[in-house]
């Protein structure tokens, strides 16, 4: 038996002789470089930090003492030393997640895998323990440098600093990156110290003073905090923790597993906030990863081992990659736009525009509400911004979205990649919530293309309004079959007509973004039964163009197909619209149910909610032929 499979808890680690420590990292290496390349997953992240989750496993005491990663793509190594070894399904249907997990184990606290949050988790831990007595179990909180560049992380050091008695250790995983190079402030001071020529000796004095020293407490920890504090000019921290009024400790070499035990033991013992400052490299021991420069292997796809090079696969055009091709062609037509991410510059394909136009992209690291209210002053000063984001992580700048640009009627352009269901990254990836709560932004315009050709037209038409914020939504992955409209209606494309069949007008559907292809195909199950179906897309489904009013009262039904939450989402909408012009029909909605969907594919979760063709076309000739027999049964009534 191997090391590694001999560990199926923490305290089996911890009976693990140091000698012997070395080779288990090693070992986790190997295993995690393999699986990855099978399945695809964060391996950078989590080669980065094993012998940091090592250490951190063998001093506390897991789950009594809960350790929270921020963000959980670092958490690969801890799902190992916590019992779970099968990585064979990693992010599919049925196995492992690819973020901590509440439901696979008892050492998996938060799994969300929204970036400045774990400090403000610890901060409420470690006051329950203080209200509750509990002076015998330590917090631990494990965040990366990117993640300190959330404005929510130093919102929560500033409380963390308040009581000094308080059992908490934060572990600042400084690797220089998020996704791609950490950007900001922040960043470049933790550069600069790890660039200055006495970091390395002040390295190697912490690790020579942590292996000579016994463990004797807060004498210690002071004796330490002084050396450290003598060193201040030659390794040029600027003590910006200490500022807070947070104890500080390091830097550490995150990669030296007994330095790093001892480390965390003297801040454990120290009995308050303490910060742990560890140097470690992202994609550590793996070559491919460490020379990787776009993302250092962030979360690559399958690869071959040998070379990491990608595994060849279907040649196809991505959603991203039409938005960002789209972006550089309007660059070069109009010298005001500009681009904005939030710490995403390759995630969201902006990177085109960054190599195209470098003067006119601003990464401002994982900060979503910064990015909306600095988009909202670009815009009140001459600019058109592009703020590129993951439909989830919009969610977080709301209220700027919201306060800001729609309040003072600024020309922001908000572009949503991931919108929908994206499946394998689980319940906090999944952008199933934008149409919904941007449904009462005042003058917001949102916008859901369904294939390449209208996703460049719609972007090219939101980049001219200037008088409100413009939002434009697409899916991950592999954009949809071109799909071409056979007339319009208003605004709107007709993608199918009843009359077109020789059938009466029984259903009008309206698609909504890629899920008009899905309706199509449902007209088309339907008008082989002699159903006549009339299929819309209203492209920009926020407003609606009041000439879906007309158009629905002359069918029986209205049914609505989107891959957005159920609950106020575009079928909410057009129900609206139809009652406030006295349109008296039934609506149905096929959505998204409202909860937290577990990972699994696209297709496997959109096939679970019930929207494939055959399962739409089934219930929605149910409910046409229910009230066509209800129509006739009141004429009959009449009649008599």
Known sequence: MTLFESIHNPEALKKLPADRLPALAQEIREFLVESCSQTGGHLGPSLGVV????????????????????????????????GRHDFTDLKS????????????????????????????????????????????????????????????????????????????????????????????????????LRMTPGYEQALDLAKTTLNRTPVVGQPLYEALHGIKKGLKDAIQPQMMFEDLGLKYLGPIDGHDEQVLEKALRRARDFGGPVIVHCITQKGKGYAPAENHDEDQFHAPGPFDVATGQAKPGPKVVKWTSVF??????????????VAITAAMLHPTGLHKFAEAYPDRIFDVGIAEQHAATAATGMAMNGLHPVVGVYATFLNRCFDQVLMDAALHRQGVTFCLDRAGVTGNDGASHNGMWDMSILQVVPGLRLAAPRDAERLRTLLREAVTVEDAPTVVRYPKGAVAERLDAVGSLGSMDLLRRAEDDGHSKDL????????????????????????????????????????????????????????????????????????????DMPVRTFGIEQEFLDHAKRDTILREQGLTPQDLSRKLTETVSRHT????????DENA
């Open 93 to 192: 249907e049925g196995g492992l997640s690819g973020y901590p997990s509440r439901a696979e184990s008892e050492h998996d606290f938060i799994e969300n895998s929204h970036a400045s949050t774990a400090l403000s988790y610890a901060d409420g831990m470690a006051k329950a323990n203080e209200v509750q007595g509990r002076t015998d179990r330590t917090v631990v909180a494990v965040i990366g440098d990117g993640a300190l560049t959330g404005g929510m992380a130093w919102e929560a050091l500033n409380n963390i600093a308040e009581r000094k008695d308080r059992r908490l250790v934060i572990v600042v995983n400084d690797n220089g990156r998020s996704y791609s190079p950490t950007m900001g402030g922040l960043a470049d001071h933790l550069a600069s």
């Open 324 to 337: 960002a091709d789209t972006m550089v062609e309007i660059g070069a037509e109009r010298p005001d736009v």
């Open 51 to 82: 012998e940091l989750t090592i250490a951190l496993h063998r001093v506390f005491d897991s789950p009594k003492d809960p350790i929270l990663f921020d963000t959980g793509h670092q958490a690969y190594a801890h799902k190992i030393l916590t």
């Open 629 to 636: 027999d209800a129509s006739a049964g009141e004429l009959a």
């Open 508 to 583: 009008l559907i309206v698609g909504v973004g890629t899920m008009a292809q899905v309706a199509c195909d449902v007209a088309d199950r339907m008008a082989a039964q002699g159903l006549g179906v009339t299929v819309v897309d209203p492209l920009w489904v926020k407003p609606l163009d009041e000439a879906l009013v007309a158009e629905a009262a002359e069918h029986r039904v209205v049914a609505v197909i989107e891959d957005n939450g159920r609950t106020g989402g575009v079928g909410d909408a057009v129900a609206r619209l139809l009652r406030d012009h006295d349109v």
